[in-house]
Each structure stands twice: as structure tokens, then as C-alpha cells.
């Protein structure tokens, strides 16, 4: 069953440090995506801290918090039918080395850490991470 989502996308620094803004955002307007909000921030730590807190035991979760506050990334609310969903096949795999062609990642993406774009994992969580960013 189809229905209207809102989704939560980050283009990470790696991206917007080569000026891919503007392109992946093309490809979300291309696949029927809304920009419903967005603004360009940078982040403290403590706020990447709290953002990936569910990976707090993973190995990975504090370089991935230095990266993800190392520079400036754009916030964006991505509405379509089946956003959440939509925007994870879009991105393709976590590690762009196992994306898919026509992906963002696979065209973008670095590495595992550097892999240009985050997208929520599911409606529940889409929702707590519109608000981190949007809620005033
Ligand atoms: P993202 O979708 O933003 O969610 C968490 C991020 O952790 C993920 O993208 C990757 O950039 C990063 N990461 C680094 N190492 C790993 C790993 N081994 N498994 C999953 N994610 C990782």
C-alpha cells in the first residue's frame, strides 16, 4: 500500500565540501521528491553525539560523529509516496563499494564513512529525526 511519507536526507560534508548539492537534489526532484524544508548548518559533536545515538556502541560512532559535525551539511524533509523506502533505494547501499548503478551513493559516495548522503531507516525513526533538525 502506497501512502504519503516524509523522510529526513542529510547531504554530508563530504558532498557539500564538492559542491554536490545542488545535483543530488536534482536526483530527489527527479524521483518525485518534494523539498518540503531544508537548511545548510554546521553541527557541534554533541549534537552529532545525539543525532547517531543508536550507534553509540558501535566502533565506528566516534569518528563518525567527528565527521558528520566537520563541516557543513544540508538538512532536508523529502515527501512522496513511500518516502522512507523510496529515498533508502535512491541512496543505494551504506557502503558505496555494494551500491547499486543509479544510486546516489554509487555515483557520489566515497566510502563507508564519506557516502554523501543519510537518509532515515524507518517512519518512526523519520519522524524523531525531522524533529532533531525542525522542530523551533
Ligand atoms: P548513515 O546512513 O548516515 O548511518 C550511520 C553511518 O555510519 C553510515 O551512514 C555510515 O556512513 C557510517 N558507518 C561507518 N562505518 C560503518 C559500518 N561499519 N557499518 C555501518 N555504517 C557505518
Known amino acids: 500500500m502506497s501512502k504519503i ?6 547531504i554530508k560534508p563530504d558532498a557539500v565540501e564538492r559542491k554536490l548539492e545542488g545535483e543530488i ?9 518534494v523539498i518540503l ?10 549534537e552529532a553525539e545525539k543525532f547517531y545515538k543508536v550507534h553509540e556502541a558501535k566502533p565506528f560512532y566516534n569518528d563518525l560523529c567527528d565527521y558528520l559535525s566537520s563541516g557543513p551539511i544540508v538538512v ?3 515527501e512522496k509516496e513511500n ?14 563499494k555494494d551500491a547499486k548503478e543509479g544510486t546516489i551513493r554509487k555515483k557520489y559516495g566515497i566510502s563507508i564513512d564519506k557516502n554523501s548522503v543519510h ?3 524507518s517512519v518512526e ?11 523551533n
Do not use: C, W, Y
Not at 5 to 10: D, M
Not at 25 to 33: D, I, R, V
Not at 37 to 46: A, L, P, V
Not at 125 to 135: G, H, W
Open 5 to 10: 511519507e516524509q523522510t529526513l536526507s542529510i
Open 37 to 46: 524544508k531544508e537548511k545548510k548548518i554546521q553541527i557541534e559533536k554533541n
Open 25 to 33: 537534489k536534482e536526483m530527489f526532484k527527479n524521483n518525485g521528491f
Open 125 to 135: 525513526n523519520a519522524k524523531i529525526e525531522i524533529d532533531f533538525f525542525f522542530s
Open 119 to 121: 537518509g532515515s531507516d
Open 83 to 96: 518516502a522512507v523506502l523510496g529515498n533508502r533505494n535512491l541512496m543505494g547501499a551504506t557502503n558505496p
Open 76 to 78: 532536508m524533509v523529502l
